[in-house]
């Protein structure tokens, strides 16, 4: 499985995007699926989080912000990103896990970058 993450650019602060991030497999199911952040010199943080079952979670920064959603019929993961700020700038990954035990497969997207200018 690929995951294809696109939708990040230039944003000005207060402004708004949603990112997308497709499966490449036609039948393809999950445990969850998320949405991490990076930038230089620090760790990859988990952003937005959805089950299979439809629970979502959020990390405090974004809660009111961001809403993540599936839509299972065209296998694509979004995170609509509001109100955004400086800070909000990153480089943005989704993933996927499937499986348990050693059967645990992990999928990453291969980032897409969101700036957000002041």
């Known amino acids: 499985v690929q995951l294809q993450a696109s939708g990040g650019g230039l944003v000005q602060a207060g402004g708004s995007v949603t990112l997308s991030c497709a499966a490449s497999?036609?039948?393809?199911?999950?445990?969850?699926m998320d949405w991490y952040r990076q930038t230089p010199g620090k760790e990859r943080e988990l952003v937005a989080s959805?089950?299979?079952?439809?629970?979502?979670t959020y990390e405090d920064s974004v809660k009111g912000r961001f809403t993540i959603s599936y839509d299972d019929v065209s296998k694509t993961l979004y995170l609509r990103m509001s109100s955004l700020a400086p800070s909000d700038t990153a480089m943005y990954y989704c993933h996927a896990d499937r499986g348990f035990g050693r059967a645990l497969r992990n999928y990453w997207g291969q980032g897409t970058l969101v700036t957000v200018s002041s």
């Open positions: 959805i089950s299979s079952s439809g629970t979502t």
């Open positions: 497999e036609s039948s393809f199911v999950f445990n969850d």
